[in-house]
């Protein structure tokens, strides 16, 4: 079954700093990539995705990706982080049916 | 565009009552699923539905019924309530196609006692 592993559950990094978040998946040949970003108590707004092409993705909010297909990896990174990126945040994959599955999520903090 | 939208935002039921959560998207979506978020489990699917009238069961779907009778609507149904059933709950729809991002709604939080 296709799954996907986001082995920091939480992670602390001061304002100004890069930022990487790992994202791993399993199953299939063809993953479809997102990431989404929840704020507390809210729902879950879309970061960026990959489908195919260039492997180094844009996102919104200064956020970018990279696929691995050696790795199986679809890392986030940032290279400054603000104090308005604390949330947390959640891979997800597809691989070309329904049931899109998300990762366990690692929840960011910002220290001043 | 109200997106997907879904009620009520909070609910606190007794063991063994039933309840509906709705879930409803003005997008036009194909797709539409039902997530349930608990604390270091991430968003795991109960349920979803590719079209109407067509619906299957996701990774957890024990305790919870769905009906797709239209393309805007999917609501979820509690038969009968259980403390394990205590989480935030969210819908999503999708467009039809592989490679589409899903659109959530705010999320129910749901309290069994």
């Known amino acids: 079954a296709q799954s996907v592993t986001q082995p920091d559950i939480h992670i602390t990094v001061s304002e100004g700093a890069s930022l990487e978040l790992r994202c791993n998946y399993s199953?299939?040949?063809?993953?479809?990539l997102f990431w989404y970003v929840q704020s507390p108590g809210q729902g879950l707004q879309l970061l960026l995705k990959?489908?195919?092409?260039?492997?180094l993705v844009q996102g919104i909010k200064g956020f970018e990706a990279e696929f691995k297909r050696s790795q199986s990896s679809f890392n986030l990174r940032k290279p400054s982080v603000h104090w308005s990126d604390a949330a947390e945040y959640f891979c997800?994959?597809?691989?070309?049916?329904?049931?899109?599955?998300f990762g366990t999520g690692t929840r960011l903090t910002i220290i001043p | 565009n109200a997106g997907v939208t879904q009620t009520p935002k909070f609910q606190v039921l007794k063991t063994g009552q039933s309840m509906t959560l709705q879930c409803a998207q003005d997008?036009?979506?194909?797709?539409m699923s039902w997530y349930r978020q608990d604390p270091g489990m991430g968003l795991r699917l109960i349920h979803y539905?590719?079209?109407?009238?067509?619906?299957d069961q996701g990774e957890v779907p024990n305790g919870y019924n769905v009906s797709r009778s239209t393309t805007e609507d999917f609501p979820l149904r509690l038969l009968s309530a259980a403390p394990s059933q205590t989480s935030v709950y969210f819908c999503?729809?999708?467009?039809?196609?592989?490679?589409?991002?899903?659109?959530f709604g705010q999320g129910t939080r749901l309290t069994v006692v």
């Open positions: 999503a729809s999708r467009s039809g196609g592989t490679s589409t991002e899903a659109f």
């Open positions: 539905s590719v079209g109407a009238g067509i619906t």
């Open positions: 990959y489908f195919s092409g260039d492997t």
């Open positions: 199953y299939g040949a063809t993953p479809y």
């Open positions: 997008m036009n979506h194909e797709y």
């Open positions: 997800a994959v597809t691989f070309g049916n329904e049931k899109l599955t």
